[in-house]
Structures are given as C-alpha cells and as structure tokens.
C-alpha cells in the first residue's frame, strides 16, 4: 500500500467522493426513467417501487462499496479512471506527478484483461 501526505489522503478523499457522485448520479439516471414511465401511466406504483428497491439492493449498494470510506483508494480511484468516472485532466499536477504512476500501474494490473 503507498504511504500518503495528509494533503494527499485528503485529495484522495475528495476524487473518491467525486467519483461517487458522477458514478451514482448515472445510476439514477436510470431509475429517473423508471419514475418518468410511472409518472406516465405505464408502469403501477408497485413496479415502481421494486425498481426502486432493485437499483437500492444492485447498483447502489454496489457503488457505495467501491467508494465506502473503508474501502482502498488504491482499488477506487484506478476502478473510477478505468470506467470513466475521473479523468486524468480531474487531478492536479502535483497530485498526478506523485501519485499518477502508481495509480496508472495498478489500473493495468486490475483491468487487463479488459483491453
């Protein structure tokens, strides 16, 4: 595990919850269609609802524990890079020059077999 400044655990603090944010406001997204269809007649309250309890125990649960504050930023910052969620161009300079190789060499290691 890379050792960390305290500005530096604090930068993390902040791309996580950046990351968190963009990751789960997509997530509704989806569930705003369902509430649209509702809203329009077709679907009932009670699919609603399901829906509402499938995107709580699926997508939200899942978001929440790749973003957890006990979860490893060294798993949740090259996970949100890879899928999009952060960019590159979100970090400082000085953040990236320190902590961007090992960021960048954990992401190939996770997600190689992606490419």
């Known amino acids: 595990m890379t050792k960390l400044t305290k500005k530096q655990r604090k930068q993390v603090a902040e791309f996580i919850r950046l990351a968190y944010e963009r990751e ?8 705003e269609t369902s509430f649209q269809h509702w809203r ?7 699919d609603l609802d399901n829906l509402i ?10 978001i929440w524990k790749v ?9 949740a910052l090259p996970g949100a890079l890879h899928r999009g969620y952060l ?20 992401k190939e290691g996770l997600f190689e077999l992606d490419t």
């Open 40 to 46: 329009a007649g077709e679907i009932s309250a009670a």
């Open 87 to 106: 960019k590159v161009e979100d970090f400082p300079d000085e953040f990236w020059q320190a902590l961007g190789p090992r960021i960048e060499e954990i």
């Open 67 to 75: 973003y957890s504050p006990t979860s490893d930023w060294e798993i």
């Open 24 to 31: 789960l406001s997509e997530a509704l997204a989806a569930l």
């Open 53 to 62: 309890h499938e995107h709580h125990q699926g997508p939200s649960r899942k």
